[in-house]
């Protein structure tokens, strides 16, 4: 498998995450967002959508990093990384929504782009225009998971939304976004940073942010 991503990319990190702890190996490809390698014409000959992360497996050319966790999880089950039960699945997958749909879309590269360069707001305020989707968006996931606290997102091992969490705190802690008033997320947080599979694929880690 070869996966085409961004070190800064939240989307690509939780596909970092996914294969991580299902123990699968593939190689690594950078694509710098910032420089618009995304726009370069070897990147568009196998990414129509030219974003990342891109996921190649034999012939099949995978995007969005939730299609393709759910592509790993339908084909390299174990261990697994939704619960056995449908409502176990639905919550799951809810709480990665609310972080994928609610929070994540309106704060990547491309929306901040087009506030500052088209819509000419000033750097403060597109950094205060992240912060309050971010904390507030997370104020919601905290609900979620204070009703049924358990060491990870859902039950006693890290799974999809665990996946989805932990980039979205690293973009938080970049922005300087207040997280004081989140402490279930923060904890789980913690609980996913103490494994290998969470801390050796973060963007510090990555081939490219050494460039």
């Known amino acids: 498998?070869?996966?085409?991503?961004?070190?800064?990319s939240s989307a690509s990190y939780r596909v970092r995450i996914a294969l991580a702890l299902k123990g699968l190996s593939y190689?690594?490809?950078?694509?710098?967002?910032?420089?618009?390698e995304q726009f370069n014409e070897s990147y568009a000959a196998v990414s129509a959508s030219r974003l990342v992360p891109l996921l190649v497996d034999g012939d099949a050319a995978l995007t969005q990093s939730l299609a393709i966790i759910e592509y790993l999880e339908e084909t390299h089950p174990q261990p697994p990384l939704l619960p056995s039960d449908p409502l176990g699945r639905a919550r799951v997958r809810?709480?990665?929504l609310d972080i994928t749909c609610e929070i994540h879309p309106l704060n990547n590269l491309r929306v901040l782009r087009y506030l500052t360069g088209a819509l000419k707001v000033a750097e403060d305020d597109k950094n205060r225009w992240y912060r309050h989707w971010v904390e507030t968006g997370l104020e919601a996931v905290e609900r979620q998971l204070a009703r049924t606290p358990t060491p990870f997102c859902h039950?006693?091992?890290?799974g999809l939304a665990d996946c989805v969490l932990v980039p979205q705190i690293f973009n938080a802690r970049r922005f300087e976004c207040r997280l004081?008033?989140?402490p279930q997320v923060m904890?789980?947080?913690?609980r996913c940073m103490a494994l290998e599979a969470f801390s050796a694929t973060q963007p510090s880690a990555c081939p490219d942010a050494q460039e």
């Not at 498998?1 to 800064?8: A, D, I, T, W």
């Not at 039950?155 to 890290?158: L, Q």
């Not at 904890?187 to 913690?190: D, G, K, P, T």
């Open 1 to 8: 498998m070869k996966l085409y991503n961004y070190f800064r």
């Open 27 to 36: 190689e690594y490809l950078p694509v710098h967002l910032v420089r618009n």
């Open 94 to 96: 809810a709480l990665a």
């Open 155 to 158: 039950g006693d091992a890290p």
């Open 180 to 182: 004081d008033h989140v």
């Open 187 to 190: 904890r789980v947080f913690e």
